[in-house]
């Protein structure tokens, strides 16, 4: 049911992604190009899925809001893109691909994810069925979540934070912002868009701040004992880069035990929703295994 | 009168920039830093400007918008931060100072951009005493003219125009992009602020676009004919660069011609406005002396 429901709504995210893309013409063709090799690239658009479970958790309807997780989506590619440039993680590859700036030179991978950022406040004004004040909240949702206390906020002291061992309270705050943020801003906006009302907004914010924060220990802890192909790097990467990570700077057992209590957190931050609130409990579960 | 009324704005802009910067905490120090390092390094905030006397024009008070007028102020400055790394024009100065991936690093250069023009979204939204209808269009104005169909799309095709000469036509589609649409931004912003009905919009965006491409074919005849110390860059740097511009591309006298007929067109699209407009029609005139 879970898988099903996952794969049905990844295909009509991937099916109204690219109609959102050229809603405007770009005035040049490779950017163009490079804005879609990079969004249609696949992934699992967990981010616009777990803006529609919010939804569903109010009571709405997820499928009602397509044109918002896809702009969600595009600002999380937007960040792919330039954290993979060279004066940034330096990265060739990403989901088995070049990176955006392999195949389109630095200066044009640039200017795709400026555009991409840019597009994605314009793609949430051209969601259906939502009043005025609810557009507004939205996109206050995306630029806090993106901006200097969020997304690159996180993005500037990881870059910072290079090749030095940071206190493990440093790195909760780098990935509230770099991954946690954007979490918060799908999760709060699936919501404000179905009318929650200010006790599910504060449930649903608590979860997604605790599902941010089970995701990063679970992923730090794939890189240790997990499957290559599963996770899509090298594993052992971050210690080899002496990256700080929740493994790094406790243990594997303390990890897997933060990481138990900390789905534990979420779940219970649900109480108040009932059966409709089901994916969101299922999908912070599975983090712990990492399949979908 | 003209330059008290210029300068009496510049410093109520000066003024308000570093509160609209820090409304949000930055979580890295140094992001905050390269993000007012370059927002807070003068001009003539010539955007600000415009869209205040595009409110005057419509019978509003241009000071009451300022926090708009900021915003559109973080979206030139992002723009320049990003156009001036080595992977784009590779500048190492801007108005005498450093340029910002000089002083910051690249990669932090790059982050510094992402989040100004973030913010500029975040901004439009703290704006005092406009609807909520009118911020949405004014969002909608932003993220047009800053994407992929705007600034962004023409950077790219300036990007790809590289050392080749290029068809008058499509010079003209690419400043109509790269600087032009954010000056159409910041009048039709002004005016929708200032309650503008639909003849007074349709006016005042005739008038922008013909203010656009005066404003760069001046430009591109300073090139030729300025003094190094008022255009900030080397006299002459366009055709050194093999730079297609209305002077390479036609003849200096013929870029006069045009850029005096366009100043004529711009003025000519404010015949409608009484002398609340008169701002606006002295600003196009001093375009070809370029003093202000």
Not at 14 to 21: D, G, M, N, S
Not at 120 to 148: H, M, Y
Not at 215 to 234: C, E, R, S, Y
């Amino acid at each position: 049911m879970f898988k099903e429901i996952w794969q049905q709504r990844l295909k009509l995210v991937e099916e109204r992604l690219p109609i959102e893309l050229t809603s405007n013409p770009s005035l040049d063709k490779t950017l163009g190009e490079a804005m879609s090799y990079s969004l249609m690239a696949g992934g699992k658009r967990m981010r616009p899925i777990l803006l529609m479970a919010a939804t569903d958790a109010v009571g709405g309807r997820g499928e009602d809001f397509l044109t918002v997780a896809c702009a969600i989506e595009m600002i999380h590619t937007y960040s792919l893109i330039h954290d993979d440039l060279p004066a940034m993680d330096n990265d060739d590859y990403r989901r088995g691909k070049l990176t955006n700036h392999k195949v389109y030179g630095d200066g044009m991978a640039v200017l795709a994810g400026d555009a991409l950022l840019t597009l994605a406040f314009e793609t949430v004004l051209r969601q259906q069925g939502a009043s005025d004040a609810v557009k507004l909240a939205v996109v206050r949702e995306f630029s806090v979540a993106a901006g200097q206390s969020g997304m690159v906020g996180g993005q500037a002291m990881d870059l910072e934070a290079e090749g030095r061992r940071i206190p493990l309270e440093e790195l909760r705050r780098l990935h509230m912002g770099k991954t946690g943020a954007l979490f918060r801003a799908a999760i709060r906006s699936g919501a404000l868009l179905a009318g929650a009302d200010s006790k599910q907004l504060a449930a649903l914010t608590e979860y997604a701040d605790k599902f941010g924060l089970a995701f990063q220990i679970t992923d730090d802890i794939l890189d240790v004992v997990g499957d290559a192909a599963v996770i899509g790097k090298p594993v052992g990467s971050d210690e080899r880069n002496e990256k700080s990570t929740y493994v790094t700077l406790t243990s594997l057992d303390e990890a897997r035990n933060l990481a138990r209590q900390t789905v534990d957190e979420a779940l219970a931050a649900l109480a108040l929703f009932g059966n409709e609130a089901e994916f969101l409990r299922e999908i912070v579960r599975r983090l712990m295994a990492r399949e979908k």
